[in-house]
């Protein structure tokens, strides 16, 4: 991993907090006192950053603490085709847990924060502490869930109702390891990113991104997206955050979500710490 250096001025329970790892219900304290001794090893990371490149040996986890990451693929005749978003506190490779080589890259898209968890601790986390091996495996099924929703938006879903719908995720999941203010949120990916994301031109993702401005729902400034209109956005795409599993998320780690996600009317996403205002339905 170029572009990085080893970080060690923060306990580890503090950096893996904001993380969905550390947040799963799947854990007992047992459980993450042992996986916070097993991250002895935290990196700063710049963007551009190669954290894997395509068909290159691994063996360690890499927990995205801060920062955003992409896992791409790059096609025979050049095209890149990105199959993951990766936001602080995502798992990037769960499959190095089973294979030595990924057929994907990833990349950092902003400065961040990695932990990097050897494939042998892991093992032997899974031995000492089973918690830990289902909360990687809910973690996995979730991911699966969010690559099947996004390919339906490819298939199905208009461009517009494409990017309202990214948009709409990008607020649950950020909102869910605290990495969002009210209905705001950093935004670093381009218009490019995005394209290759959505399987659309940087040109269509432009105009999308305006027709939703000028309708109200939505506006992005300084690398930051604000979502005006929750109510109107999620409506316009037929959000529902069903498939982001939110009740694996434990208890005491749960935040308040935007209203008509899953579970936010079955029970009250909350923070002990801090709470977040959100316009009704």
């Known amino acids: 991993m170029t572009g990085s250096a080893v970080s060690t001025d923060t306990p580890n329970c503090l950096k893996l907090s904001a993380t969905r790892l550390w947040i799963s219900a799947d854990l007992d304290a047992a459980s993450r006192t042992a996986l916070e001794r097993a991250c002895s090893t935290f990196r700063e990371v710049s963007a551009g950053t190669e954290l894997l490149g395509s068909d290159a040996h691994a063996d360690a986890l ?13 096609m025979e005749q050049g095209a890149r085709f990105i ?19 990924g057929d994907y890259g990833m990349t950092m898209v902003s400065d961040g924060r990695v932990a990097v968890l050897p494939r042998a601790r892991v093992n032997a986390l899974f031995a000492s502490h089973s918690p830990v091996a289902v909360a990687l495996w809910s973690l996995g099924l979730v991911e699966n869930s969010m690559l099947m929703e996004r390919m339906t938006s490819i298939a199905r879903r ?18 869910v390891v605290g990495k969002a203010e009210g209905n705001s949120f950093e ?23 305006r027709s939703l401005r000028a309708m109200g729902l939505v506006s992005v400034q300084n690398r930051r997206v604000t979502i005006h209109d929750w109510a109107g956005l999620s409506m316009l795409c037929g959000f529902r955050a ?7 998320i434990a208890e005491e780690y749960v935040r308040e979500l935007p209203p008509g996600t899953a579970s936010s009317e079955k029970r009250l ?7 977040f205002s959100i316009p009704s339905l």
């Not at 208009?158 to 909102?175: D, I, T, Y």
């Not at 069903?242 to 694996?248: M, Q, S, V």
């Open 83 to 101: 199959s993951a978003l990766l936001v602080p506190g995502d798992i990037c490779n769960l499959d190095v847990l089973r294979f030595d080589r």
């Open 158 to 175: 208009s461009a517009m109702h494409c990017v309202a719908h990214l948009l709409c995720e990008l607020l649950v999941r950020l909102r």
């Open 242 to 248: 069903e498939y982001l599993r939110l009740e694996t």
């Open 62 to 74: 890499h927990v995205l603490v801060d920062g955003w990451a992409v896992r791409y693929k790059i």
């Open 187 to 209: 935004f670093p990916l381009t218009q490019e990113l995005v394209a290759d994301a959505l399987g659309m031109t940087a040109v269509h993702v432009n105009r999308t991104m």
């Open 269 to 275: 996403l909350r923070n002990p710490v801090e709470r």
